[in-house]
């Protein structure tokens, strides 16, 4: 007879409360951090020099085309080998804001490219610099036309963050699986664990879409 | 520690490739089923179907991969359903694919232009011609970059399938760095391999969206 025990998982609802504090916390860092890199790579890719072109591109193709948790195990495993040793914490949000900014640089990118060419012309004829064009004509309105996809990517970076916990990144997922090897409720565990995943996700996404118009781009 | 040259290293990681492939193709040709039974049930407008539907989809898109493959593995069985990590593992990814899948076909359909449903039904065609031969067509044509770019995703997303014990490239990968304490040269190894295997996709990908916009 299978019988269900929820209690038993919420009775360490600290645990799994801190567990969700620390993704809200390494969502927050990441995305900020990320979203600058991704900002700065596009930047670098419609504007920089060949050779900056081509850097940026290969680093952007390299972190879309392979998985996560192989670019995780490789900072986190493959580096101490050449004695740059991280912690759990450090080398997760690395991993995250490498993985975000190469996503990042190519929805900003977009949002760039679609730029009416006017618009740059109009600035240039009120003298303003070329960084004054970039960061007050053309960012604001690509962010804000690319701004649902950049959320998107955020929340999936964010789920995508449950492998943290297994270099012992001690977040949502690393709880479930401390309490389900304390009490064996593998099942009730795991489920409120990723309804909690659930909630998070869709909080995040109604919270970003509430700061965006507000701080980022402006009305 | 056992001794492996870089070539041991690369013939092993690259028998693991091969679940990796059938991992993938699997999830993909699964998902794919049943996001098109999904899609059609949603066209249909079936009662009752379409908030079951959107909920299925939100809660596969809403929470992480490696806790759906988590609850199928250790979640089933301490209910008592024993299940392999090849079986947890398969039907985690069939069911993930299947969510977007079908979330990114009906876009596609709902690109197709009303006019069509109209004329085609004025036509007297039942719903089944009517996606057999007038909207399923030109829907598949705007389909297909978007679902090659997303067998990407599948591909990346079997690297999870390792968490839970199966043996396919980042778990072998993890393997042979703990026999033989080279983490760097492994993993970049498997990096390397899953670039060779998603890049050229991606290529694909890019290149089919850019002849679907040049017919435009």
Redesign the interface.
């Known amino acids: 007879m299978i019988s269900l025990d929820f209690p038993a998982v919420l009775v360490e609802w600290p645990l799994l409360l801190k567990g969700a504090a620390a993704t809200l916390a390494l969502t927050a860092v990441r995305a900020t951090v990320g979203m600058v890199l991704g900002v700065a790579c596009a930047w670098a890719r419609t504007y920089g020099g060949a050779a900056l072109k081509f850097a940026v591109g290969a680093y952007v193709e390299a972190i879309r085309n392979t998985p996560f948790i192989v670019q995780l195990f490789f900072l986190f495993f493959g580096l101490p080998s050449l004695g740059v040793k991280l912690s759990p914490e450090f080398a997760s949000v690395l991993a995250m804001v490498v993985n975000l900014g190469a996503y990042a640089s190519e929805i900003v990118r977009a949002g760039i490219s679609a730029t009416p060419r006017g618009q740059i012309e109009a600035a240039q004829s009120l003298a303003l610099s070329p960084a004054q064009v970039f960061t007050r004509v053309v960012l604001p309105p690509a962010l804000k036309r690319v701004w649902p996809a950049m959320v998107s990517q955020i929340i999936i970076v964010m789920l995508g963050s449950a492998v943290c916990g297994q270099i012992s990144t001690q977040e949502l997922s690393y709880a479930a699986n401390l309490i389900q090897s304390r009490n064996f409720r593998a099942f009730e565990s795991f489920i409120i664990a990723t309804l909690m995943y659930l909630v998070l996700s869709i909080a995040v996404r109604r919270l970003l879409h509430w700061v965006g118009p507000r701080f980022i781009f402006g009305r | 520690m056992v001794e492996f040259s870089l070539w041991d290293i690369s013939r092993n990681l690259l028998m693991a490739v091969r679940w990796t492939v059938l991992l993938s193709l699997m999830a993909f040709v699964g998902g794919g089923l049943i996001g098109l039974l999904l899609l059609v049930a949603r066209i249909a407008r079936w009662r009752g179907v379409e908030p079951l539907i959107a909920g299925y989809v ?2 596969f898109q ?7 493959l ?2 199928l593995f ?7 359903l024993q299940v392999s990590a090849w079986t947890a593992a398969a039907i985690g990814l069939t069911l993930y694919t299947s969510a977007f899948l079908t979330e990114i076909w009906r876009g596609c359909v709902n690109s197709v232009a009303k006019g069509q449903w109209e004329a085609s039904s004025a036509l007297a065609l039942n719903l089944g011609e009517q996606l057999r031969y007038v909207i399923g067509p030109q829907a598949l044509k705007v389909a297909v970059p978007p679902t090659v770019g997303f067998l ?1 995703q599948v ?6 399938a ?2 839970i014990g199966f043996a396919e490239l ?1 778990k072998t ?2 393997t042979i ?1 703990n026999a033989t ?4 040269t ?3 190894c ?2 390397l391999l ?2 060779v295997l ?2 050229p996709i ?1 290529l694909w990908a890019r290149s089919l969206e850019r002849k679907l916009h040049g017919h435009r």
């Open positions: 939100q809660l809403g929470t992480p991969l490696l806790m759906q988590f609850f250790f979640g089933l069985s301490s209910l008592g990407v591909v990346k997303g079997t690297a999870l390792s968490v980042t990968g993890t760095a304490f080279k983490p760097f492994v993993y970049a498997v990096a899953y670039f998603c890049f991606s």
